[in-house]
T-cell receptor
């Protein structure tokens, strides 16, 4: 079983919809949780960063972490065609220097 | 802030030649840099972790003699693909980490095509 599971999609939604992206993980030692956005043929761009459980909001984006369920989510409100990309969840252990554990990424298409 | 550059952005080479890819942190000091490879429609696969001034740590299955990594300074790491073969064609991405922070900042990637 992979440590981080993420549905690859593709997920297609109309413009203006609320998008929900999710990842589950198996290792309870993960403490740091991130969401990256990757456009085609580009490097990933950090969207959200959360430590431990809880919610974090930044503009149209909200990240949620539920450590008891080993489940993280990214919500995108008022989705735009420019949000069309692959969204990767990533997580790491508490000690510095550890590499990130990535999900496979979910491909999102927001149609006008 | 936290900008990472990679050079070149794409390279085409003949089989058997070596290719060097540079990764630079432009506005911060990167204590750790990571090299990833990404095949089409796949997630990022970590190849190696590089700390400034020390030898890189390679992931299982990654040949250290084929993928040479040098992290000579706090702002520069290089990946050299030696004796490249067509199966090495991929998208290579580096990332850099600031001391004390868990987030990684990614470069724009280098697309390598070996003919």
């Amino acid at each position: 079983q992979k440590e981080v599971e993420q549905d690859p999609g593709p997920l297609s939604v109309p413009e203006g919809a609320i998008v929900s992206l999710n990842c589950t993980y198996s290792n309870s030692a993960f403490q740091y949780f991130m969401w990256y956005r990757q456009y085609s043929r580009k490097g990933p761009e950090l969207l959200m960063y959360t430590y431990s459980s809880g919610n974090k909001e930044d503009g149209r984006f909200t990240a949620q972490v539920d450590k008891s369920s080993k489940y993280i989510s990214l919500f995108i409100r008022d989705s735009q065609p420019s949000d069309s990309a692959t969204y990767l969840c990533a997580m790491s252990y508490s000690n510095s220097g550890y590499a990130l554990n990535f999900g496979k990424g979910t491909s999102l298409l927001v149609t006008p | 802030g936290a900008v990472v550059s990679q050079h070149p952005s794409r390279v085409i080479c003949k089989s058997g030649t070596s290719v060097k890819i540079e990764c630079r942190s432009l506005d911060f000091q990167a204590t750790t840099m990571f090299w990833y490879r990404q095949f089409p429609k796949q997630s990022l696969m970590l190849m190696a972790t590089s700390n400034e001034g020390s030898k890189a740590t390679y992931e299982q299955g990654v040949e250290k003699d084929k993928f040479l990594i040098n992290h000579a300074s706090l702002t520069l790491s290089t990946l050299t693909v030696t004796s490249a073969h067509p199966e090495d064609s991929s998208f290579y991405i580096c990332s850099a980490k600031i001391r004390g922070k868990e987030t990684q900042y990614f470069g724009p990637g280098t697309r390598l095509l070996v003919l």
